[in-house]
C-alpha cells in the first residue's frame, strides 16, 4: 500500500482566527484546527489580519499564527511577502474574498493551487471591490459555507461542479451539553418563571437579515397566547439602539431583553436559558449559532430563505418557517414552546470529525494534483 504523502505546508491569508469574534472566525479556526490534524500537513502558516491580543487560546502544535502580519494593509502584505521566503508550499487558502487578490498573486508566484472560501452574504453578489470582482473566478478551487452561497456566487462568479465543495460549520459537540437553566443567569435577566425565547447574533445594522426584527414583529402575537414568554436578543452592535427603541415603541419592554455581548465561555449557558431558538432570518449564509443551540437541547427554528435551512437540515433538525410569514413565525414558536429538549438525531452530521475529514479529502486531492 502507497505511504500517504507527509510534510505538506499550507499558507493561509486569513481576515481574523484566535484574537478575533464572529462566525468567519470561528470558522477559521476550525479550519486551522483540521489542517493541523492531518498527519499529511506538516505545517500551516496563518497570517490574519485582525486580532485582539493578548491572545488567551493555547494554539496548534503545527501552527505558525504569524502576527506581524498585523498593523494594516502594508504590514499584512510584507509580511506574507516574508512568508512566502520562509520555505516551500503545497497550498495557498484564502479565507475571505476580499483577499483573493493578494493571495492569487501568491499562488501564482508559488506556483501552487488556491482555495478561496465563501460565507454568505460577501460571496452573494459581485463584489464591491474592483479587483476581488475581476478575480472572483481566478482560484483554483471554492469552498463553500453552504448550497445557497454557492449557488449565488455561481451565479456571477461561473465554476464547475468539480471546482467546488460543500464544506458546512463543524459543532464541537464535547463542548456543549443539554443541562438545566442557570439560575444566576435567570436572576440576573429577571427570567425566573418565564417562557424564553433566543436569538444570538450581531447587532449591525448592516445585518438586519438575522431575524430580530422578525421575532419582534411576531412577538405581540405570541405574547398574546403566551403572556410568560420572554425574548432574549443576545449580542450586541451598532443598531441596539434602533432595536431598543422599537421595543419601547411596541410597548415590549417587559418581555425583551438585550444581553449586550456574551463571553465565549458563557456561551453555552446563555444558550441553556432558551425555551426556543428562532433564528428567521434572510440572509445568513449557512447559521451556525443554530449548531450550538442545538447542540444544547433547544428546540430550534429556522429559514426558508437563506443558509440556516440547510444547518437545520432542510426541517430534518427542527422546523424552518419563511420569516416574511409573520403567522407562520408566530405558529412554529407556539408549537416548540413545550418541545422537550434534546439533541436534535442527526446533528453529528456536522461534529467536527466528519468536517475534519471532509476538509482533508478536499485539501489532499488538491495538493497531489500540484
Known amino acids: 500500500m502507497a505511504t500517504a504523502p507527509r510534510g505538506r505546508r499550507v499558507l493561509m491569508l486569513l481576515t481574523d482566527a484566535w484574537g478575533g469574534h464572529g462566525g468567519i472566525a470561528l470558522y477559521n479556526r476550525d479550519v486551522i484546527e483540521a489542517m493541523c490534524l492531518d498527519p499529511t500537513i506538516a505545517q500551516v502558516v496563518a497570517l490574519p489580519r485582525v486580532a485582539k491580543l493578548p491572545l488567551t487560546a493555547d494554539l496548534p502544535a503545527k501552527l505558525d499564527f504569524d502576527l506581524s502580519a498585523l498593523g494594516g494593509f502594508g504590514a499584512y502584505v510584507r509580511a506574507v511577502m516574508r512568508a512566502m521566503r520562509r520555505g516551500r508550499y503545497d497550498l495557498v487558502y484564502c479565507a475571505h474574498l476580499n483577499l483573493l487578490p493578494l493571495a492569487r498573486v501568491v499562488a501564482t508566484l508559488l506556483g501552487k493551487p488556491l482555495v478561496l472560501a465563501i460565507y454568505g452574504i460577501d460571496a452573494w453578489e459581485p463584489s464591491k471591490r474592483g479587483w476581488s470582482r475581476r478575480l472572483a473566478r481566478s482560484a483554483d478551487h471554492v469552498m463553500s459555507i453552504s448550497q445557497v452561497t ?15 465543495t460543500l464544506m458546512p460549520n463543524a459543532i464541537h459537540l ?94 453555552a449557558e446563555h444558550y441553556r436559558l432558551a425555551d426556543v431558538y428562532v433564528m428567521p432570518s434572510r440572509g445568513e449564509g449557512f447559521g451556525f449559532v443554530l449548531l450550538e443551540a442545538m447542540a444544547c437541547g433547544i428546540p430550534s427554528i429556522g429559514s426558508t430563505r437563506d443558509g440556516t435551512r440547510e444547518a437545520m437540515r432542510e426541517g430534518l433538525l427542527g422546523p424552518i418557517v419563511d420569516p416574511l410569514d409573520e403567522r407562520a413565525v408566530v405558529d412554529a414558536v407556539i408549537a416548540s414552546l413545550d418541545r422537550p429538549r434534546a439533541v436534535p438525531e442527526g446533528l453529528d452530521y456536522f461534529a467536527f470529525p466528519a468536517f475534519a475529514q471532509r476538509l482533508a479529502a478536499m485539501t489532499g486531492a488538491l495538493m497531489a494534483r500540484a
Open 150 to 164: 454557492l449557488d449565488r456566487f455561481r451565479s456571477w462568479a461561473p465554476y464547475a461542479d468539480a471546482a467546488t
Open 174 to 267: 464535547d463542548e456543549f451539553a443539554v443541562g438545566p437553566k442557570d439560575a444566576g443567569l435567570e436572576a440576573r435577566y429577571r427570567l425566573q418563571g418565564r417562557k424564553v425565547l433566543m436569538t444570538f447574533g450581531r447587532l449591525a445594522g448592516s445585518e438586519r437579515y438575522k431575524g430580530f426584527d422578525a421575532v419582534l414583529d411576531a412577538l405581540p402575537a405570541i405574547v398574546a397566547r403566551r403572556p410568560d414568554v420572554s425574548y432574549v436578543i443576545a449580542g450586541d452592535g451598532s443598531d441596539r439602539g434602533r432595536l431598543e427603541d422599537k421595543v419601547r415603541d411596541m410597548g415590549l419592554a417587559d418581555h425583551v431583553v438585550f444581553t449586550g455581548m456574551v463571553p465565549e465561555e458563557e456561551k
